[in-house]
């Protein structure tokens, strides 16, 4: 069963301090995976999307890494702001012919405070 | 550009009531629709896609239904809900010709049923 486990589950930080969030996966046939901000009541919206031959991808203060291999990525915040609180989810599709099908991780809720 | 519309924002409705949320997309043709719920603490669910005018698929039995009477909109819609109903719901679009499986998500629509 493809599965999709982010960690941590939440997260408080400090402004101007940085973390990082995990994500693994057991999607298989792999086709790429997207990191996904959502505001609190707000529509998710795409951060980055890294596909099986990337390594490290960086959207701003946003760097999300792929390990292929061992089925794991990250996303690495630096000097988070407060508008870096948000959920974070994790996706990873899955190609089928000419279909995607998506895993949704369950998101690391991130709170940035002053 | 793109653009995806959502309505009603917030909904509350009494259990046994009908339902229909609508989603309209603009600025592409022949896009992938998505319904999505998403419950607090747990990750999107795929609730019903589709490919084209009149074609729905649906991934969870359950009490709602979905329709594409245009090539740009899509409906979700019940005719007596239950308190189960409750919660965040997301239309998205992906592209139909050359889909990367990026969704792209509306605003949401916050359901409760009392």
């Known amino acids: 069963k493809n599965q999709v486990e982010q960690s941590p589950q939440s997260l408080i930080i400090l402004e101007g301090k940085n973390c990082t969030l995990q994500?693994?996966?057991?999607?298989?046939?792999?086709?790429?995976l997207r990191w996904y901000k959502q505001d609190t009541g707000r529509g998710p919206v795409s951060l980055t999307i890294?596909?099986?031959?990337?390594n490290t991808k960086s959207n701003g203060r946003y760097t999300a890494t792929l390990d292929a291999d061992t089925k794991q990525s990250s996303l690495h915040i630096t000097a988070s702001q407060l508008s870096d609180s948000a959920s974070y989810i994790c996706?990873?599709?899955?190609?089928?012919?000419?279909?995607?099908?998506?895993?949704f991780g369950k998101g690391t809720l991130l709170t940035v405070n002053p | 550009s793109q653009t995806i519309h959502q309505w009603p924002a917030t909904l509350v409705q009494p259990v046994g009531s009908p339902l229909s949320l609508e989603c309209t997309v603009e600025?592409?043709?022949?896009?992938?629709l998505y319904w999505y719920r998403q419950a607090a603490g747990r990750g999107l669910q795929l609730l019903f896609y589709s490919v084209g005018i009149g074609q729905i698929s649906s991934e969870v039995p359950q009490n709602l239904s979905a329709s594409r009477p245009q090539d740009r909109q899509f409906i979700l819609s019940s005719k007596k809900l239950l308190l189960s109903d409750s919660g965040f719901y997301l239309c998205a679009w992906s592209e139909g010709r050359r889909n990367t499986g990026e969704l792209f998500f509306g605003e949401g629509s916050r359901l409760t049923v009392l």
């Open positions: 890294m596909t099986f031959s990337e």
């Open positions: 600025g592409t043709s022949n896009p992938n």
């Open positions: 996706v990873v599709s899955e190609k089928n012919r000419s279909n995607y099908k998506l895993t």
């Open positions: 994500c693994n996966y057991t999607v298989s046939p792999f086709s790429n």
